[in-house]
């Protein structure tokens, strides 16, 4: 049973430049969820992908947006990137969870983002 | 507001129980997670509890809620050198889907 999958595991880019990172959801999972982690903290939660639609965004500018596929892959773009975007990148997935329902979310690994 | 605290480290001896302390602030919080981080990789899921409910046991894991304090403990019996990592509690909100986490607990196991 694959779980979450997060490619590539590390990125080096310098300011300015764009980035995509990519996320394939635990079996069974319809739901994607993007959080960022500087080092040192908790993960910040970015926003939510269900039924390829952005379900509940987090405090991030708008250079930060994504995209769920009809197989309930994940994309994650940020533009314009800056020093401070240095982080390490998760994504979780859960089954689709309403509201006041449990639905845990299950991470990957993390796409390891360097900002030169 | 959206805020969830959490202890910066512990050590322990290995075998000795392990209790990791968590308070968050907003009352409408539905259900509270604890997380595993060991180094380079993501989250591990433990253990969760409905907001609802005092206790749950998991095996080596006891999960301690008091809503009134708005207080969360994670206890580990009999702790192992593989449970040395950071712990992270979390909380979803009656009226979201996103987690709020703390900001990790470095949990060291001593030979």
């Known amino acids: 049973d694959a779980g979450v999958t997060q490619s590539p595991t590390h990125l080096i880019k310098t300011r300015g430049q764009q980035v995509t990172l990519r996320c394939s959801p635990k079996s069974g999972h319809d739901t994607v969820s993007w959080y960022q982690q500087a080092l040192g903290q908790g993960p910040q939660f970015i926003f939510q992908?269900?039924?390829?639609?952005?379900?509940q965004r987090g405090n991030f500018p708008d250079r930060f947006s994504g995209h769920q596929f009809p197989n309930y892959s994940s994309e994650l773009n940020v533009n314009a990137l800056l020093l401070g975007d240095s982080a390490l990148y998760l994504c979780?997935?859960?089954?689709?969870?309403?509201?006041?329902?449990?639905?845990?979310?299950?991470f990957g690994d993390g796409t390891r983002l360097s900002i030169l | 507001g959206e805020d969830v605290e959490q202890s910066l480290f512990l050590s322990v001896r290995e075998g000795d129980s392990s209790v990791i302390n968590c308070t968050y602030t907003?009352?409408?919080?539905?259900?509270l997670y604890w997380y595993k981080q060991e180094p380079g990789a993501g989250l591990q899921l433990l253990t969760y509890i409905f907001s609802n409910m005092d206790m749950k046991q998991d095996q080596r894991l006891t999960v301690l809620l008091n809503k009134k304090d708005k207080h969360l403990s994670l206890r580990i019996a009999d702790t192992q050198t593989g449970d040395s990592a950071i712990y992270f509690c979390?909380?979803?909100?009656?009226?979201?889907?996103?987690?709020?986490f703390g900001s990790g607990t470095r949990l060291l196991v001593r030979p």
């Open positions: 992908y269900y039924e390829e639609e952005e379900r």
């Open positions: 907003d009352s409408s919080s539905t259900y």
């Open positions: 979780a997935s859960s089954l689709r969870a309403e509201l006041y329902s449990n639905q845990p979310q299950h």
């Open positions: 979390a909380e979803i909100l009656d009226s979201s889907y996103k987690l709020i």
